[in-house]
């Protein structure tokens, strides 16, 4: 009890910390999101290694699997009773956490949560940056989210690890990097084959077929060069290596502790092939309805979606499943994103901490799971569709309209801007801003929302870093700004500002740019705060 008491503390206090900053709208840095995300990880932590009770996988499995890494065996073959069900990868990690712990003379319950606390706190800056607006905020409430907590320090589950690999992917493709994103997918579907789940946002976030062959390719290569390397440095025969991917992508039907299986079983736990063989077909066809539904809603949207979906109609089921969700819940909250926050860390906070103390209360905890699904419904994004993608300026899939003639349209609305502003005309609303071309060399001219403010020009993009001009000043942060009739050098950079409070800012010091902010306001895809220092 003393133990549950401990680790549910510091989880309750998370739990109303992310509350209170949402209800109160704060903007803690980076460094302070960071620094108290460690405390409470590091509290919960301290407190789960010396509890008796540990998670099975954890206790047994996960050493297991590092033991068979450590002496040159496939852990897919090794530790036998279908109990691992992933490619070397997790396993290889699992192996460096236990040599590094006996190197430093920690213990497997201390070293083996090591990397899931790390990646856990690494995912904090990631769904910041994820985020659309108010990244400070984001960013703070998922350190403080319990379900993270619970999973990283208390289950050392391997979630975290493969999330930051599936939300760095997303990020690599909203930048263009289409091989980075690839082989980030790799990465995050190698640790854990669910997260072939977020593949359909990344391929979604990018603009060309040419980059989404590229995005495929490389997350093909990279689950593709690990079940290589278990016939190079474990003993698997390469005339196995078919039985290791089909036990990577496999799992035991063990079902009865969520949803609708846990209605069939009475919320006792079992394995079932016959529940087993009816949930598989259904799941696929619940998560291709889903995936047609959201296929033009904005990509962060469509993999909330699919997670989700997986989450509701799943027949098999473990409490760290709820920690997929979370960093999209928390980066583009739909509007029950809290509730669904509570009530899952609520019924996770049930199965880490309150079962270990009353285990015969699980058939109680396995039906209640059934509140929760209903809260995951309601927490489904709306299915609007991205005007302009996070990756390109496309129109809207439903317009008729060719694609050609709306960016040939839009190049001459902004040929027209620039003579006007250039001639004088909306000189007070409008400035240019010239960057160099990121590819070419030469100077690029686009015309932006005034945001002078003494020697500091401040900029907030409606299509993020999809915005040619974004990726050139990226490329190379020497700009130069015509305001007030004359250019002025400067250095631009992005800053963690909150876009909303810049564009008030900007309207406020400016009446004349009200217009373009609204604008900028209401069609913008994704709001990025730029701050150009001029000289």
């Not at 089921?317 to 997929?324: C, H, I, R, T, V």
Request: glycine content about 8%; proline content about 7%.
């Amino acid at each position: 009890m003393i133990h549950s008491v401990a680790m549910g503390v510091p989880v309750a206090a998370g739990l109303v910390l992310a509350l209170v900053a949402g209800w109160r709208g704060w903007s803690p840095s980076l460094t302070v999101a960071l620094g108290v995300g460690a405390v409470l990880r590091v509290t919960i932590m301290a407190a789960a290694v010396n509890n008796p009770s540990q998670a099975w996988d954890l206790a047994v499995d996960f050493p297991a699997a590092a033991d068979a890494v450590l002496q040159g065996r496939d852990p897919a073959f090794a530790i036998g009773d279908n109990r691992w069900h992933f490619l070397p990868l997790m396993a290889y990690v699992l192996a460096f956490q236990k040599e590094a712990g006996e190197l430093l003379g920690l213990s497997w319950s201390v070293s083996g949560r090591v990397v899931p606390v790390l990646a856990d706190l690494a995912l904090i800056p990631l769904v910041a940056r994820l985020a659309e607006d108010r990244h400070r905020l984001r960013g703070f409430q998922y350190a403080c989210a319990p379900v993270g907590l619970m999973v990283s320090a208390i289950h050392g589950q391997f979630g975290p690890l493969s999330l930051v690999f599936g939300v760095a992917a997303l990020l690599a493709a909203r930048q263009g990097r289409a091989l980075w994103a690839g082989i980030l997918a790799g990465l995050a579907v190698t640790a854990a084959s669910w997260m072939a789940l977020l593949v359909p946002g990344v391929l979604l976030t990018v603009p060309s077929l040419r980059q989404r062959l590229t995005v495929l390719a490389g997350t093909a290569a990279v689950p593709l060069a690990f079940l290589l390397s278990s016939a190079l440095f474990l003993d698997t025969p390469p005339a196995k290596l078919p039985d290791a991917m089909a036990a990577a992508i496999s799992a035991r039907p063990v079902v009865g502790s969520w949803g609708w299986t846990a209605v069939a079983t009475g919320g006792r736990q079992e394995v079932s092939d016959a529940l087993g063989d009816a949930g598989t077909p259904l799941l696929a066809v619940a998560v291709l309805v889903a995936w047609w539904l959201w296929r033009r809603a904005h990509p962060v949207d469509l993999t909330l979606a699919l997670v989700l979906t997986f989450l509701i109609v799943t027949y098999r089921f473990g409490p760290q499943y709820l920690l997929w969700p979370m960093p999209f819940l928390i980066a583009r909250p739909p509007r029950w994103a809290v509730p669904a926050l509570v009530a899952t860390g609520i019924w996770a906070g049930a199965s880490y901490l309150h079962l270990l103390v009353w285990p015969n209360a699980s058939q109680w905890w396995a039906l209640g799971s059934l509140v929760v699904i209903a809260f995951l419904i309601r927490a489904l994004p709306p299915r609007l569709p991205a005007v302009r993608s996070a990756a390109d300026f496309r129109v809207e899939r439903s317009s008729r309209v060719p694609r050609l003639n709306t960016v040939q349209s839009m190049r001459m609305i902004d040929r027209i801007m620039r003579r006007a502003v250039a001639a004088g005309i909306g000189a007070r609303s409008t400035a240019l801003l010239e960057t160099i071309g990121r590819k070419s060399g030469l100077p690029r001219v686009t015309p932006v929302t005034n945001g002078l403010d003494g020697d500091v020009f401040w900029l907030v993009t409606e299509h993020g870093h999809a915005t040619n001009y974004v990726r050139n000043l990226q490329a190379d942060p020497k700009v130069r700004v015509k305001v007030s009739g004359r250019w002025r050098p400067g250095v631009a950079r992005i800053v963690d500002e909150d876009p909303e409070i810049v564009m008030n800012r900007i309207s406020t010091a400016n009446p004349r740019a009200r217009a373009n902010v609204a604008i900028v306001r209401r069609t913008g895809t994704e709001h990025l705060v730029i701050r150009i220092d001029l000289t």
